[in-house]
C-alpha cells in the first residue's frame, strides 16, 4: 500500500497543470439545455472521458435518450481497485453540463474564457472565473485530479468505484432516470454515492451536506387571441394574456408567503427543535448574505415563522425563474399579446414528490383559467428532495478525510436549498446514501454571471477526494 | 374651376400606379422606435416629401428633437391654394412610421415585402399585405394620390393646405408637442385638421370618428439584488423580482377590470343615454368580433355595466404591453433575476391627462414596494384624448365627400379606442377641430402580423379625399 504523503505531495506538484486542464474544460460551451450546444455537450463529454482513461480508468461516453429525442451523454467508467480492496463500492456522480450564460452583458470576461482573478482585499480570494467553474466542473475536476494523483504516485486508484458524471443536471435530468434503471445491474454493486457539488460555510471551514431540496420546472402559457391585438381596438373588450397570467401568477404565494395551491404543504415534516438549534449555533448571517448582493435587512422576505436558513434548507418555495409576453424590445408598442408565458420551479422538501406538485400545480392553474383563455403545460423535469444518513461509517470517513485535507478543522454538517436530483433517485431506485462533500462558497454566483470558484477551496477538494480515497482503502 | 368628374377619372386611371407608389413606400421599414431603423425612417420621410414635390406641394423634411437626442423628422409642406381661394385652411396631419414588426415568425410574408391578395369567398377582401399598410402608410397614400390627381387633371390643389406626417406616432409622439410649437404661427392659419388613420364599420359603410381615446405608456422595472441568484441557494430568502412584479401588477385591477388607482375615474365622464342608445343602433356585433380573432363569447371580458363598443369608445383601460424577466430561453435555468420589467399603458377617456394618470401611476407603485426591491420608472410618452364637435360645417363637407365616394351611402359617427395622439393636442395648443375620415377594418391586423389594407377601402379612401378637395374648394 503506498503512502498517503506520496500521493499529496504529487497531487501538489501537479496543481498548476490541474488548473490548466480546469481550464481547458471551462473552454468548452457545454450548455446542454440549448440545442445550439448540443456538439459542445459531447465535447465536454469526450474531454472527461479522455481524463479518466488517462488517470488509467476505462471510462466511456454513453448516448442517453431515445433515437427520437436523443439526451446529452454520460461519462461511464467502472474501476475495480486494488487487489483485495475491502472497502466500500463507490459511486461517483457528477455534471459537465452548465447553465445557460446569459445576461452576457453582466459578465466582466467572456463566459466560456475563464480566467484566473487575483485575491481581493476584503473581497473574494484568488479564483477562476468562467460558467461551469464551480458548478460543476470545477469540483469535478477536483476528485479527476484526485484519481490521476493516485495512479501517478501510486500506480493506480486502490478503491473500487463506478462514475457516472451526466450533462443534463441543469435541466432536470430528464433521461437519467432512465439510464439508470438501464445500468441497474452493476449500479447496485455499489454501497455509497459520492458527489461534488455543493458548498460549505467558508474557505476555511469544511462542510458536508446532509440534505438537498428537490425541484420541479414547468413552462406554462397562458393563451387568447389568435393574434396579437391593438390595445386600442381591443382594450377593454378582449383578454390580455399578459394581464391575466400576472393575476393568476400572483395568487401562488399569500401574505406570508406560503404557497396556496392545495394539498401543497401536505408532505412537508415539521422541523425538529434539535435541528433548528443546530443550524442556530452554525452562527449564518442572513445579514451579511444580503449585503453581498447589494442587498439591505429589509430584503430579508420569506415564509413567515422561519430563519433564512431554515426557509432555504427546510421548505419548499414557488418561483418564477422567467416571464415573457408582449413587446419586450426597446420603446414602444401598443399591443395585446396572442400568449404569455412563465417558468415557474417548486423547490421541494421532506416527502414532497415532484409528480404530485406539478399535478397540483397544473390542475390549480386549470381550476384559475381567465376567461376566455387557454393553458399549454411543459414539464421540464425534476427530481425528489435528498435527505441523507448523518451517521454512516462512509459519512465518518469523509469527515476525517476533510478534517486532513483542512489542516484539522472539523467540518460541519449543513443543508442546501439548491437540488441534485440524482440524490434523491438513487436512494429511490438503488437505496443508495450519498456522501455530499462540496466546495462551493455562497458568493460563487452560482447560475449568474461571473461565476467562480475560489483556489483555496479547489485545493481543499483535491486533497480531500486524495485523502477519501485513502480512508477508503486503508492508506496511512 | 376644373370639373371633379376629370379629376376623378385622372385618379382612377392612376390607380394602379398608385398601389406600386404604396408598395415601394411599404418596402422602407421604418420602425422609428428601433434605433437600428433610423436611416430607413428618414428614408421613409424622404420618400413622402418626393411624392408631394411631384405633385407641386413644396415639401421638406424637417428635423425634430434635440441636437444630443433627435427625433425622427416631419413631412412638411405648405401650399397656397388657387387665387381667390375661399373655403378652410386645412392641416393634413398623418404618420409614415409603423409598429415593430415582431413576432416574426407569424408574418405569412416578410412584414417589409407588401404582396397584394385576391379576395377569398366569405373571407377579407384583395388587399395589400404588409407592416404599414393601414398603419399609417396607406391611408396617407389616399391623400397624396388625390393631391397627385388634383394636379394632374387640374394644374395644382385649390385648396389652401398645410401637410405635417410625422415618423413617431407608434411611439409616442415624444417630439411633436415641441414641433408643433416651432410652428405655432403658421399652424395657428389652419381653420381644421384632417387626419385619416381610423376605421369604418364595413368596406361598403363609410364613417367619421368623432372620438379617440388618450394614451399614456410607461416602462417599469423592479430591481432586486445586483445580480441573478440560484433560485435553490436563494429562493426562499431573497425578493424575487418576476414574482414580486406580478404580485404589484396584479393588483392594477379590481374582480370587475376597474382600474384600482386612487384618482383613476376623477375625470372620465358619465355616458350619456342619448350616446349609448346611438351606438347601440350600429348594431356592433361584439361575439363575431371576437370569433374572427379565435376567441368565444366567453372572451367578452371588459369593466363590469358597459357593452363591449362602450367600453372601447368610452371608458379607460390599463394593460401590460409587455413583461420580461429572467430567463425566457429554451429550457430550464434554475435563475432568480436581478430585475424585471414591464411596459404598461393606459388608455383614457373624456378630461383624463396623460401626465396625471402618468404620475399616479408611478405613486401608486412606489406605495406597493415590495420590501428589498426598488423601482425604476420610465416615460414613453402619450396623448390626451380627442374629442370632435358632430356638427361643424367641415364636418358636413366630409359626410358629403364620402357620401359620394361610397356611391350615395352615408357615413355614420362612431369612435375609436386607439390614440392620435395628435388630435388633442392640435385642440389643445391651437385650438383645431379634427376630421377623422378613416378607410381601416376592424380586423386589419394594425399592430399584428400580417396587417392589412383592403382595396376596396384604399380606393373608397382616395375617392373621398379627392371629392372632399373638391367640396372645400366649391368645385362642381
Known amino acids: 500500500m503506498p503512502r498517503l504523503d506520496d500521493v499529496l505531495a504529487r497531487l501538489e506538484a501537479d496543481e498548476k497543470a490541474g488548473l490548466d486542464r480546469l481550464m481547458d474544460w471551462l473552454r468548452i460551451p457545454s450548455v446542454a439545455t440549448d440545442p445550439a450546444h448540443a456538439e459542445d455537450t459531447r465535447r465536454a463529454a469526450r474531454w472527461c472521458a479522455d481524463r479518466l482513461r488517462e488517470a488509467g480508468i476505462d471510462a466511456t461516453v454513453e448516448e442517453t435518450g431515445t433515437p427520437d429525442k436523443p439526451g446529452a451523454p454520460v461519462v461511464w467508467a467502472q474501476h475495480a481497485g486494488a487487489p483485495g480492496y475491502a472497502g466500500p463500492h463507490v459511486l461517483f456522480y457528477g455534471h459537465y453540463d452548465v447553465q445557460p450564460p446569459d445576461p452576457l452583458d453582466l459578465w466582466e470576461s467572456p463566459p466560456f474564457e475563464p480566467v484566473v482573478k487575483p485575491a481581493e482585499p476584503g473581497g473574494p480570494g484568488e479564483r477562476v472565473v468562467a460558467r461551469g467553474a464551480v458548478d460543476d466542473k470545477g469540483q469535478v475536476s477536483t476528485f479527476l485530479d484526485a484519481v490521476r494523483a493516485w495512479k501517478e504516485a501510486a500506480g493506480g486508484v486502490p478503491v473500487r468505484f463506478t462514475v457516472l458524471i451526466e450533462g443534463e443536471e441543469e435541466s432536470g435530468s430528464v433521461n437519467l432516470e432512465r439510464f439508470i434503471e438501464s445500468r441497474a445491474s452493476d449500479l447496485k454493486q455499489c454501497d455509497v454515492a459520492l458527489i461534488s457539488d455543493t458548498g460549505m460555510p467558508s474557505p476555511t471551514q469544511p462542510g458536508i451536506t446532509y440534505g438537498m431540496r428537490g425541484l420541479v420546472y414547468t413552462e406554462i402559457f397562458l393563451h387568447g387571441a389568435d393574434q396579437d391585438l391593438h390595445s ?70 420569506g415564509e413567515a415563522g422561519y430563519s433564512a436558513i431554515e426557509r432555504e434548507w427546510a421548505r419548499p418555495t414557488a418561483e418564477i425563474n422567467g416571464i415573457s409576453g408582449g413587446y419586450t424590445g426597446p420603446g414602444a408598442k401598443t399591443v395585446i399579446p396572442a400568449v404569455a408565458g412563465a417558468k415557474v420551479s417548486f423547490r421541494l422538501v421532506a416527502d414532497q414528490r415532484p409528480e404530485r406538485i406539478r399535478d397540483a400545480f397544473f390542475a390549480w392553474l386549470t381550476e384559475c383559467t381567465p376567461k376566455g383563455c387557454r393553458w399549454e403545460f411543459v414539464d421540464h423535469g425534476g427530481g425528489p428532495p435528498g435527505n441523507v444518513a448523518r451517521d454512516s461509517a462512509h459519512l465518518q470517513a469523509a469527515r476525517r478525510a476533510l478534517a486532513g485535507a483542512a489542516g484539522g478543522t472539523e467540518p460541519v454538517l449543513i443543508k442546501s436549498g439548491g437540488s441534485i436530483p440524482v440524490v434523491g433517485m438513487l436512494k429511490e431506485k438503488l437505496g443508495l446514501d450519498t456522501i455530499l462533500m462540496g466546495f462551493g462558497l455562497d458568493d460563487d454566483r452560482v447560475h449568474s454571471p461571473n461565476e467562480k470558484f475560489e483556489l483555496d477551496c479547489w485545493r481543499l477538494g483535491r486533497r480531500a477526494h486524495t485523502r477519501l480515497i485513502g480512508e477508503f482503502a486503508g492508506a496511512d
Chains 1, 2 share one sequence.
Open 232 to 301: 386600442g381596438l381591443w382594450g377593454g373588450r378582449a383578454p390580455n394574456p399578459n394581464s391575466e397570467l400576472v393575476k393568476v401568477l400572483a395568487q401562488l404565494w399569500d401574505d406570508d408567503y406560503r404557497v396556496t395551491i392545495p394539498g401543497f404543504y401536505d408532505d412537508v415534516l415539521p422541523l425538529a427543535d434539535e435541528e433548528r438549534e443546530e443550524w442556530r449555533r452554525l452562527g449564518f448571517d442572513q445579514v451579511e448574505a444580503l449585503r453581498k448582493i447589494g442587498l439591505g435587512p429589509e430584503a430579508d422576505v
